[in-house]
């Protein structure tokens, strides 16, 4: 009897690794190689029909945008949503109960009572804490809201994969990306207990709007089934602009997720200025040889992240120490914001292209999450990018390699904790 339990025992765990093995086999992926700066000697505008295909996308032409910075994005959100007549798509991963999530559900409503289709996607466990009154008015109202991977049973395996986006798609002719949450520490009125946090979005108008509403349609379709068609959603748009753009979101199987793609090409192609904002900076062991060997080839690479003590999460910026040394000794210039949260997800490269969107530069990002991010080639938002950098860096502390390696052995010790956490943070 005793070996016949040991028998089951162990085949119940052969069982279990082969499961393992076989789920593992489905999620795996060749990491995209950064060994081709030397393939990259392309003007910009030549490499980037590379670029946009290689991240599952397509150049669109034709485009308008408009940066928003901090307050200004609801500002804009707002009047859109007030402005819209057929359909208004909102989708954001963090809303809290508040001033905010208030203003923002009874905007949402009012539409829905005017006629308007009003179809709200929320990443499950970041709004839990939206609030029963926001809730009930949105849905009394006509709102359908859904929620990405509710805590099912059916979704036992996806718990951990969030919605990170936030998006907003207004008659499916204007669309807002970005990173603010609707929590009430993005808010720039009558703020208090502290420094409200800082952010970029933009408002976009043109064929590109298509691109984002489908991004939208991509979880909205996996959650409901609903597939919505017709000139409320997707009308024809003529050009509004000169921005040509692409947008990086597919996240196929077996296959390197597209925001990954984008920020380690990006690493490759840069010959002149590669700048990033970003408050979750953890980027491989590949992208920090990338960014020395952009640096070797001449490149001004600067990093501004937020320090540990005006993250909101201080154990992610821990475990970015974990690879400053190795960049500042490359060449890479960090600079870390001491006042509030930086959370703009931003980058400029060589003064004429940019990229704004919701991912972080890390592992969750570019491995688990749903992201967004859109690539812009326009020189004049590059530029006024560079002049927020600028201008943000007048406020921050450079990280200096000699200082930072004396830091005390209990900062490297929190440092190297914290790195052995860094897929999941």
Partial sequence: MWEADMLWELALGALVVV??????????????????????????????????????????????????ENGDFFDALFEEIGAARLSVHFETFLWKEGRLGARLAAALAERARAGVQVRVLLDARGCSGMGEAADRLMAAAGCRIVRYH???????????????????IADGRVALVGGHCIVDHWLYEGMKGGPPFRDIGLRLRGPGVHAVQ?????????????????????????PAGDV??????????????????L??????MARERLWIQNPYFLPQKKAVHALAAAVKR??????????????????????????????LAAGVRIFEYPHTLLHQKVMTMDGRWCAIGSSNFDDRSFEINDEITLGLLDAGLARRLEA?????MRECQELDLATWRQRGPGHRLLDAAANLLREQL
């Fill in 214 to 238: 489908s991004a939208f349609s991509e979880n909205w379709v996996a959650e409901c089934g609903e597939l919505f068609v017709g000139e409320d959603v997707f009308p024809r748009l003529a």
């Fill in 388 to 392: 927020i950098f600028e201008r943000d």
């Fill in 298 to 327: 001449g490149v001004d690479v600067r990093v501004m992240v937020p320090s540990a003590q005006a993250s909101d999460m201080p154990v992610v910026q821990h475990a970015a120490h974990h690879n400053f040394e190795a960049l």
């Fill in 150 to 168: 509710a805590p099912r049973l059916r979704n036992l395996g996806m718990l951990n994969r969030r919605d990170h986006r936030k998006a907003c």
């Fill in 19 to 68: 499961l393992g093995i076989v789920i593992w086999s489905i999620k795996r992926h060749r990491d995209p190689e950064l060994a081709m700066a030397h393939e990259c000697n392309e003007p910009l505008h030549e490499l980037l029909p590379s670029v946009s295909g290689l991240t599952h996308a397509a150049l669109v032409e034709g485009n308008a945008v408009e940066l928003l």
């Fill in 263 to 268: 920020h380690h090409l990006v690493l490759c």
């Fill in 244 to 261: 040509m753009l692409h947008v990086a979101r597919a996240k196929p199987e077996r296959a390197a997720p597209a925001v990954k793609i």
